[in-house]
């Protein structure tokens, strides 16, 4: 009966050890490095009152351009389809090599930082402070390529407006003569 009882506690032990491991290991499987809750851009758009104030990290695509303001940047980043401005330092901008635009894929960031819905240092606007920013993707120049069959129709439509514009011209001077 002892050893029934000896075993049966050691088992309890061993299962009361498991779950903390579990819970240590789903505590920090939803945060990043820092600290921070990893949020989609879009559902942070969505839900600004939820996150006014928390650290939190994004990812998405640097786009548009760095616009420097003293030893600060604004980015934005767009992510899932929406976008974010956010405010870093020189520094942390400079990591930055390719914006996303017309022609280019930007670099791909984690940032890490504190959500303001309505930033009182900046015009009341939602954005984020960065703590950290890191490339994740290095950005790339895209090839824009002109496609034959759109250049022949664009071309063609010229020549046809071109045609029934002299044709119109004519038709008036005709009717103006009569």
Partial sequence: MLGLRLWIRRRIAVLLFMAM???????????????????????????TKEYDGKTLTIQGEAIGDVMTRGDHAW?????DGVA???WMTDKQASQIHELGR??????????????????????????IHATTVQVLHQGSKNAIGIKPGRLAAGLGLCVSGGLL??????????????
């Avoid at 017309?102 to 303001?116: A, E, K, N, P």
């Fill in 165 to 178: 514009a002299l044709f119109w011209r004519r038709r008036e001077r005709k009717n103006m003569s009569s």
């Fill in 84 to 86: 974010i401005g956010v």
């Fill in 102 to 127: 017309y022609g280019s894929t930007g670099d791909i960031l984690q940032v890490s930082g504190i959500f303001h819905r309505a930033c009182p240092d900046h015009g009341g606007e939602a954005d």
């Fill in 75 to 79: 980015v934005n980043i767009l992510g």
């Fill in 21 to 47: 491991v579990f819970e240590v290991a789903g505590q920090t499987a939803g945060k990043t490095d820092s600290g921070a809750h990893p949020v989609s851009v879009a559902q942070l758009i969505a839900s």
